[in-house]
DNA sequence: TGCATTTTCTGAACATGTTCAACAAACGCC
DNA sequence: GGCGTTTGTTGAACATGTTCAGAAAATGCA
């Protein structure tokens, strides 16, 4: 995981005279639309560039669950990928950009699982937090490695990041929907949404060194976590919760953590 | 950061065969006591030993200050405490130990700090926790490299580890006693001041990453929560309070995370 | 003092992440 | 087809964390 590993400040500073403080792209190159899809090709023919991405992609993320991402070197997936260890670093500029392309690739999956459960909020909510926990198990400890950057604002792979801003409002789309269905109120749906998602971050913590069976103490604490908070939501739509929730919110909002938006409707 | 670098599996378990899953000291040898201290010489007359690692300490949290942890590396270190870099690994296993070895170094002086408030229970807690943060202000850079392994209960460095154990007491032993003041039960002492703990440590997540002036951000959050939470207290000695508390000892205690027991009396 | 043992130190060697100058292939345009 | 430009690739080189075999120094003991 080392970073750029600089000689000398000398060096590092030429760097950063350079390119702006953190590169905004994970990627190299934003591909260059070289093929213009035309409307009527909804499948824009793949590149011979992205193919070779999704193949270094592929054999990196394959290497990362078999042997860990410690132990799985650029040059064992540039080798795997039939690729020149500068080839891989055309495509990928960091190891660390392979795994968030990873992180990216799978958050549509990752979200969608629960989807379709039914039942009560507190079924619902359940089935998301435990499908969403599932999703994540095979590469935990790839998470683990990186979990130290999810906590920076400043670096793109954080989960606080702008970066990921647009992957924080659809992991909050569902609970919020399932509060909404279950009568709270639109100020009330906000507070309790963000507090949901503040709970899956702390799982998450957790969960990425769980070694019990199938991560199963975290399943339970987050299960025990919904008994206590859910049948608490409707105390929100007091004047009490009101005041609480409005104190929380302007809190967390001057200690700089905007609880994402949920999606309007 | 890179860990050991494994070249291959083989040598990784070979290394494995030899030692336990994880190296239960971060420091090469405990001193063997080569000046065994008669009762008589409360100072155990230095040995050159521990003068050469407290060199190399020094020198190496000078640097990490300095510079950073990760722009600071090891040869520096080793140069600049005048040693060769495998002397300095004699003395040190890892750079990772050297950190942990400040962490060490500097509990004391990081607890002791706000022993002396006084007023009510909000003022007295606000100091305790303000002053932690300060402390921890010029090393924030440095824990932020070591944060993702503050979470590993498997790390001897985490906050969760058995062998912080022994820190995490003492770092709950204050709030305790202030709650205890503030005529909480014995209880609920217990689960608010392991609350308080969680909070410190949520707090210190965003502070190393807090660029505000003095991380005031932060600072202003730690005040915005004790706040809202110091005010309920008093709700856990009812019988609301006594059963949600129940429950939620329970759901952690199920969950593996075992709050620091505040000490008797 | 002389010698064996333990402690401390040295510098080379290794594996790794990352960079870079040069080269090759593909493309766009004439 | 021919040619300049962009895109893709290569392998060497670099700085780093860590290891290791052995040298040097300190220590203990006869």
Known sequence: MTRPASPRARRKAERKARKPERPAALESR??????????????????KRDATRRRLLDRALALFQQRGVEATTMRDIARAAGLSLGAAYYHFPSKDAL???????????????AERATGGARERLGADFHAKLDSVRPYRRMLAAIIGRLIDPGDPLS???AHQRAVRGRAIALPARILRDAGLSTDSVRLAAGALW????????????????????THRLVDDALDLVVPMLPVLDTPFGRDLAARVVAALDRAGISLPAPPPG
């Open 99 to 113: 795994m968030f392309a990873y992180y990216e690739a799978n958050q549509a999956e990752l979200e969608s699982a």
């Open 198 to 217: 503040l709970l899956e971050m702390a799982a998450l913590l957790l969960y990425v060194h769980d070694e019990s069976p199938g991560g199963a103490r």
């Open 159 to 161: 989960a606080l990041s």
């Open 30 to 47: 934003t591909t260059p639309s070289r093929t213009t899809p035309s409307r009527t090709t909804p499948e824009p023919a793949e590149t």
